[in-house]
């Protein structure tokens, strides 16, 4: 159960339901990072097919907002937090794990690598959640929030008032669609209700 602190938000649609947890609405921009989690369950009567790197990976940036599953992060002006420009691929780790021990291993393990699509079948009432995941380098002294990722996608914000919400986005294109592709019951476009967040000095 969130506590009082905490923000949820929730969608549904098609054989989706969408949820966004933010697991505090305030935090410091001078030493905390924003921690969420998003999950995604199957409420339809058929078996689905996941395809978000996002639910299966934990070295995600999640600055990349094109992203069929994102989180969408906006000022009370609607303009989106500072982006980060850095840490990728070989940089990032699961809570605990030991850094990357020397530059050729760093850069061997960041070479490009054929990509394949990464897939989760749901089976009616299963989900999928965001792994847990927080930086291994933190640049200030945190505590790992288990069952929750860290955002990584800006390198900090400044203080003040936001809007958080979670995006799951595949639905068919037109051209698709035209083309005579028929959508499964996951092939659907939700977004859940935004989150107010405060970002205190």
Do not use: C
Request: proline letters at 9%.
């Amino acid at each position: 159960m969130a506590s009082s602190s905490q923000g949820k938000a929730v969608a549904r649609k098609g054989a989706i339901e969408l949820t966004l947890l933010v697991h505090s609405k305030k935090f410091s921009a001078k030493n905390e990072k924003l921690w969420y989690l998003i999950r995604v369950r199957n409420i339809s009567n058929a078996k689905i097919r996941l395809t978000d790197e996002t639910l299966i990976q934990t070295a995600v940036d999640d600055l990349e907002f094109r992203n069929p599953l994102r989180i969408e992060i906006t000022d009370t002006a609607g303009n989106a937090p500072k982006p980060l420009l850095g840490l990728s691929g070989a940089e990032l780790g699961a809570p605990g794990a030991a850094p990357f021990p020397n530059p050729i291993e760093r850069k061997a393990a960041s070479q490009p690598k054929q990509k394949k699509v990464p897939e989760k079948w749901l089976n009616p009432g299963d989900y999928a959640e965001t792994p847990m995941w927080a930086d291994p380098e933190p640049l200030y002294p945190r505590n790992v929030i288990a069952g929750f990722k860290e955002f990584s996608g800006h390198a900090s914000f400044m203080p003040g008032n936001y809007k958080i919400r979670a995006v799951y986005d595949h639905a068919l294109s037109e051209v698709v669609a035209k083309a005579g592709v028929v959508a499964r019951p996951e092939d659907v476009k939700l977004v859940t209700p935004y989150i107010k967040i405060v970002v205190a000095p």
